[in-house]
């Protein structure tokens, strides 16, 4: 991976967050751990020493997000990689239809994404250098009718990420989308099938960040999820899936 003397993580406190802090810290970059759950970054803090800058904060406070990015910058000293690693899945029942969860869902995974990675356009945009990375999701590909809104969400994070880079490539700037699979994190705890270990998403996930374009994090799913974005949506409706 590449060495990165600087980066801000948001969704810092667990799962693949806090995975990426402390491989980012092993290979000696200093992190800015931007996360909700203040004692969870503090423990992260603890565990990592001084390379670690814990910073509490709910990413749907979106009028914080300048401030605490240009500070979060300047503590650090500098800033050369953002990840936005947050977001949420509530449970969904197939016959549910719940606006407090799909409103949960758009404001942390997708608007929560933008206030911070337009923060990190501009900068980047004027230093002409630096890396964003999105992670996105295999369920951002097609509607499945499991999860309405958090397919939805994916793929708005996925279109938002290819304009980000297409305006910036021409600057040097990479825009990273990654799609991992099922993840054993919090957010998935009640899925009951095979998961990757955030340890080994994390790695592909830095493996990838200076790489810009599109990511999947196994080879498999690319091949499986070229197939499932060419069936037909009469076909794909009647699978299930």
Known sequence: MKKFEYAIVIGASSGIGAELVRQLAAEGTRVAAIARRGEKLQALAN??????????????????????????????????????????MPQVGHSEYDFDKDKQMIEVNVLGAIAWLDQAAIRFENTKHGSIVGIGSVAGDRGRCGQPVYNASKAALTTYLEALRNRLAKLGVKVVTIKPGPTATEMTSHLHQQMMSPQAVAAVILAKADKTGEHYVKFAHRVALAVIRGIPSPVFRRLKI
């Open 47 to 88: 565990e990592l020493g001084d390379k670690v800058l814990p910073y509490e904060h709910d990413v749907t406070d979106y009028g914080a997000v300048p401030a605490l990015f240009q500070r979060a910058t300047k503590e650090l000293g500098g800033l050369d990689l953002v990840i936005y690693a947050a977001g949420v």
